[in-house]
């Protein structure tokens, strides 16, 4: 996945058991429909025992690099790689947080031209995904960025591939924010089993510029306009369909 949405705008809109508080702070939050590499995210994360929101920029930046950013994609990272990599290693240990979603952006390989697919809870529910963050600072700036997990999913809904986000529902996404589910198995045992659908949308996904909730609207693929539209376009990167 390269892009995904925040656009939680009901306390109710949480699954039960997160903090009143914090499902109030997510509602006021603003909503953001087309979020990629290097934009910013709302992230939760635990400080002093209490849990904060907190703006990041989504593509995790380790606090060793002597720049702001990296060569290398690091919006997501690996569950099976991460506690050992060089990148993540450390926040593995120290530095746990959730990303809220709506839902989250996929691309339909089987189809051709390549095709979006939006994919959210069959229950309308917010999503909440396992994630890496770091702080990276230099005498003149500071830096807090994160990654999302990734990991094969079954309940991902065919005809998209089965892998994606690391989903955790209370009170298991709570022990991750506290630094717990480190241990190596412990967090795939403890992911979540969503029930996820999926709907095809506009291509315009691919415009980092666009941010609207016309984003979320489906739309039929094989309709003249999308077709003839699609036929059109330079076909998406690599990077761009994970």
């Known amino acids: ?20 508080a914090l499902a109030r702070a997510l509602a006021a939050a603003p909503d953001r429909y087309n979020i990629g590499k290097g934009k910013q995210a709302v992230v939760i994360r635990q400080v002093a025992g209490e849990l904060v929101l907190a703006e990041m920029t989504w593509g995790l930046v380790p606090r060793w690099s002597k720049q702001p950013h990296t060569p290398y994609t690091t919006v997501t990272a690996r ?12 926040a593995w240990q120290e530095r746990h947080c959730l990303v809220p979603m ?3 952006y996929k691309w339909d390989r089987q189809r051709q031209p390549p095709w979006p697919r939006f994919v959210q809870r069959s229950d309308g529910l917010a999503l909440f995904a396992a994630g890496l963050w770091e702080h990276w600072a230099s005498e003149d700036a500071a830096l807090d960025s994160f990654a999302l997990l990734t ?3 079954p309940d991902i809904p065919p005809p998209l591939t089965p ?7 209370p009170p298991h996404a709570l ?8 241990e190596p198995g412990a967090l795939p045992r403890h992911a979540a089993s969503v ?8 291509r315009a996904i691919r415009d980092p510029a666009r941010d609207t909730f016309t984003l979320l609207e489906p739309v039929d693929p094989d309709a ?13 990167d690599e990077d761009d369909l994970d």
């Open 175 to 182: 022990a991750w924010l506290e630094g717990g589910l480190t």
């Open 224 to 236: 003249p306009g999308e077709a003839e539209w699609a036929q059109g376009e330079d076909e998406p």
């Open 163 to 169: 892998d994606g986000p690391v989903f955790l529902e």
């Open 1 to 20: 996945m390269r892009r995904f949405a925040q656009a939680i705008a009901e306390e109710d809109s949480l699954p039960a058991g997160f903090p009143p």
């Open 151 to 153: 990991a094969p999913n």
């Open 102 to 104: 709506s839902g989250y």
């Open 195 to 202: 029930r996820l659908e999926s709907y095809p949308v506009s």
């Open 79 to 90: 569950l099976s790689k991460a506690p050992r990599s060089r990148i993540y290693a450390k």
